[in-house]
């Protein structure tokens, strides 16, 4: 079974709808990540929690909020889509080593978003 | 702030071809340096790391050495196969900004037969 999952894996939406991207993990990290991918762009990060309590504004958050209803779960979503909001969404986990500095990151499989 | 560079892409390369993509950093701090690989449809798969200098990272015929007199961390493989196309990246992780990964702009791999 995949670590971290991610649903739905495709949605096609409207303008101005608010959709919800759920991200769920069984690997017992604290840090979850939400990004988004565009051709070229390479990974933009939208939101970050290192704990259930803790939540934090990545370097493209507007239009986005989150919620993290328990230490596996983390969902992202989109109050009202707009067409540039189409893009390829990610959910990570990280088990973060400490004085080690070292941060390696677990990917879901990926939503594919498209909004009309 | 902490940012990476890496080559733009597309590399398209004949199996058995030596590969070399070029990584290079700025960082404050001593940062951690990470390949990451994307194959068609899936998320993002940690290829090798290296958490000091001089470290050299490996896997699955890849190798990468932390070279800090460079700023680079440059990905290499000695005879690439069609199964290796993907898309690289290269990350990094500091104790800037809490410890969260800054990662490259990816670069395409297509390899023929």
């Known amino acids: 079974d995949a670590d971290v999952t991610q649903t739905p894996r495709n949605r096609i939406t409207k303008t101005g709808k608010r959709i919800m991207l759920e991200c769920s993990q069984t690997?017992?990290?604290?840090?979850m990540y939400w990004y988004r991918q565009d051709p070229g762009l390479g990974l933009q990060l939208i939101y970050y929690s290192f704990d259930v309590k803790d939540i934090n504004k990545g370097e493209i958050s507007d239009g986005y909020s989150v919620s993290r209803q328990a230490q596996a779960k983390f969902s992202l979503s989109l109050e009202s889509a707009i067409p540039n909001q189409t893009a390829l969404y990610f959910c990570?986990?990280?088990?973060f080593g400490g004085g080690t500095g070292t941060d390696t990151q677990y990917f879901g499989p990926g939503t594919r978003l498209t909004v009309l | 702030g902490d940012s990476v560079t890496q080559m733009e892409g597309p590399v398209t390369l004949s199996e058995e071809a030596f590969l070399t993509i070029n990584c290079t950093y700025t960082?404050?701090?001593?940062?951690?340096l990470f390949w990451y690989v994307q194959y068609p449809g899936e998320g993002l798969q940690l290829l090798l790391k290296a958490t000091k200098a001089d470290d050299k990272g490996s896997n699955k015929g890849f190798e990468a050495t932390y070279r800090k007199e460079t700023t680079s961390f440059h990905l290499e493989k000695g005879s690439v196969q069609v199964s290796d196309s993907a898309v690289y990246f290269c990350?990094?992780?500091?104790?800037?900004?809490?410890?969260?990964?800054?990662f490259g702009a990816g670069t395409r791999l297509f390899v023929k037969a």
């Open positions: 990350a990094l992780s500091s104790n800037t900004g809490g410890f969260k990964t800054i």
């Open positions: 690997k017992g990290h604290d840090r």
């Open positions: 990570a986990t990280s088990d």
């Open positions: 960082a404050t701090g001593y940062p951690s």
